[in-house]
């Protein structure tokens, strides 16, 4: 059994920053990638930002420069800072882990970017 804990998610100004986490625990082999997704009232889910095991990061164009991801191997842990937050960055946040066999989710956390 796989759990990803997530946390950091709050309240903030426009301008203002954020940094989440998520650690895995488990019976976890062969992890592939680790990644943010997010999901607005009324939208679809969508990727927010991915690292592979090797380091290669993918990011949605809405957020490059912005967000940053990265990942503590060693602890299965991946962070997404997200700096400059907007308006429209308000959503549920989930982890998400992928393997050979499967991919699991965090039980998600909310970012509100409210004035």
Not at 4 to 20: A, K, T
Not at 24 to 46: L, T, V
């Amino acid at each position: 059994q796989v759990q990803l804990v997530e946390s950091g998610g709050g309240l903030v100004q426009p301008g203002g920053s954020l940094r989440l986490s998520c650690a895995a625990s488990g019976s976890i082999f062969s992890i592939h990638a680790m990644g943010w997704y997010r999901q607005a009232p009324g939208k679809q889910r969508e990727l927010v930002a991915g690292i592979t095991s090797g380091g290669r990061q993918t990011y949605a164009d809405s957020v490059k420069g912005r967000f940053t991801i990265s990942r503590n191997n060693a602890e299965s842990t991946v962070y997404l800072q997200m700096n400059s937050l907007k308006l429209e960055d308000t959503a549920v946040y989930y982890c998400n882990l992928v393997t050979r066999e499967t991919q699991y989710w965090g039980q998600g956390t909310q970012v509100t970017v409210s004035s």
